[in-house]
């Protein structure tokens, strides 16, 4: 068979989860495969062209989903060495700490996880020291303790969100610096000769055409092929898993490659796909012992996917918004509640800024109401924004396959009054940041095809947990059913939280790296 070939760990997938692993095992001197069923994503001027990126969606995997209606739909979703951190956002905040116990919210409750805040917290570190995180501890008072500061200072303000800043906190909230995965170095709001980051505009759901923002493939993938022991194969996409006779173990990855099919052995096996693929890799792959996929003897495979209730938002401000690199403000006054209202509401942050092209392409989705703007003034005048509520984990919200083989997810909405409340906080602060009381939806930036905001911030397929009857995996994310299988990336959340999953994802693949090491030793 073309390809064949033993390892000590295969890692499907490149991105925050299987990159930010292979970083960790690099070092061992063990032999890394990685399966990126992707290709390096190319470096041209398109990277940072608007209308490639969202209205043609060069960029975007040419793939077809269904839905639970049956309706196809093409996902937000990108194959890349890096996976989706190459058009990430870089917005890199912790879980609460009372995230990782039960909250109440007014649509149900959301779960607590097997291990709390203070077992991440010592990873959260070391992932914010790694992919070089700007921020400032200490000034958002929903964060949670931190045992050791960010090593690089909070992105500057440019005026207008300085202003906007200053506003909020005269008004008694409290904007913080959002933390951001970036290779900037900068000296009075302006790149130094040293920095990769340029500050352009292009950096929020873009590729980085100058390699300065910190996704997975820059930051992990490419120091681990440094490694003479670490290797990469593109363009191979896991067909299945093939298990041991008892089933205990999986003994081949099946790959078809360019047209041909390999298989590859390993010790260990890692599926690091995304929350909705590597669920629909497990369920590919049932066999006669595993006839429910695998690791689904509890049936939770594919189940609670969350997304969180997302919406991405342009207001007007009454003055110009000169902004170039906008995403630098957070504010979490409302994340675990309000004056009037006794559940969590959410997270609001700064979008990249909104321009000509996309507003031409948001406009048609905006006649509720029809700004007596030309549309350039209106990109002149922008301010975007980006709100994050938790939404629960229901087992109907699930991915499954067709007769033939294809994605379907089933969604319906969960706890969507808080997300509403959310959107009706923003709304009510707008006059007093200077800004016409309209949320306008960018409905581009969420690539949304299906409710709420699309496959953006995917979660919780192959959730983990001390219990094998209601858990896929175990604390260190191995599955109970098999003894050399484990998951890294979002599937394993038991909740979603309110904050990108990203960081948490990181800290995850580096709390299993460390697990992995000592079993390989």
């Known amino acids: 068979m073309p390809g064949a070939e033993h390892v000590d760990v295969i890692v499907v997938g490149t991105g925050a989860g299987g990159g930010t692993l292979a970083h960790r095992l690099a070092p061992s001197g063990k032999r890394i495969l990685l399966l990126e069923r992707g290709d390096w994503l190319r470096r041209e001027k398109d990277n940072w062209e608007s209308r490639a990126v969202f209205i043609e969606a060069k960029y975007r995997a040419n793939e077809t989903w269904y839905d639970g209606g049956g309706h196809p739909f093409h996902p937000g979703i990108h194959y890349y060495v890096g996976g989706n951190t190459k058009m990430y956002g870089a917005a890199l905040l912790r879980l609460r700490k009372e995230d990782f116990g039960e909250i109440r919210h007014h649509g149900g409750v959301s779960p607590a996880w097997p291990l709390g805040y203070e077992d991440f917290e010592p990873y959260y570190t070391q992932a914010e020291h790694l992919y070089q995180v700007h921020g400032a501890h200490g000034v958002d008072p929903t964060e949670p303790p931190a045992s050791a500061p960010y090593r690089h200072p909070p992105v500057s303000h440019e005026p207008r969100i300085q202003e906007l800043a200053d506003g909020l906190s005269g008004l008694g909230y409290h904007p913080f610096p959002l933390p951001l995965g970036i290779l900037l170095d900068e000296e009075n709001g302006k790149p130094t000769y040293r920095s990769a980051c340029v500050r352009c505009s292009a950096f929020d759901g873009f590729p980085c055409l100058v390699n300065g923002k910190a996704d997975a493939q820059v930051i992990c993938v490419e120091p681990a092929l440094q ?295």
């Open 227 to 521: 490694h003479p022991n670490v290797r990469l194969v593109t363009r191979a996409y896991v067909r299945r898993l093939e298990t041991s006779p008892s089933g205990r173990e999986v003994t081949k990855v099946h790959v078809e490659r360019d047209g041909a099919r390999e298989e590859y052995t390993a010790g260990i096996v890692v599926v690091a796909c995304g929350a909705v693929n590597s669920a629909a890799l497990l369920l590919r792959s049932a066999n006669d012992t595993h006839p429910r996929g695998l690791a689904n003897s509890s049936d939770v495979v594919g189940r609670h996917y969350m997304r969180h209730n997302n919406s991405a938002v342009l207001v007007i401000s009454k003055t110009p918004n000169p902004t170039v690199f906008q995403k630098t403000l957070g504010l979490n006054d409302f994340y675990h509640g309000a004056d009037d209202w006794d559940y969590p509401l959410g997270h609001i942050q700064m979008l990249g800024k909104s321009d000509g092209e996309m507003i031409k392409g948001e406009a048609p989705d905006w006649a509720i109401w029809k700004p007596g703007l030309p549309l350039e003034v209106m990109a002149q005048h922008s301010l975007d924004f980006w709100l994050t509520s938790e939404d629960l984990p229901d087992p109907e919200n699930r991915v499954t396959l067709s007769a033939e083989g294809e994605i379907v997810l089933h969604i319906r909405e969960t706890n969507m009054e808080g997300h509403r409340r959310l959107q009706g906080k923003l709304r009510r602060m707008l006059e007093s940041m200077g800004c016409q009381q309209h949320l306008l939806p960018r409905s581009l930036y969420l690539g949304k095809q299906i409710p709420i905001g699309g496959t953006a911030h995917q979660c919780g397929t192959v959730r983990f947990g001390r219990d094998p009857k209601t858990s896929a995996l175990d604390a260190n994310c191995r599955a109970h059913d098999l003894d050399n299988l484990y998951v890294v990336d979002g599937s394993f959340f038991v909740s979603s939280g309110a904050v990108n999953p990203a960081l948490t994802i990181i800290a995850n693949a580096l709390r299993v790296g460390d697990h992995l090491l000592e079993r390989l030793r």
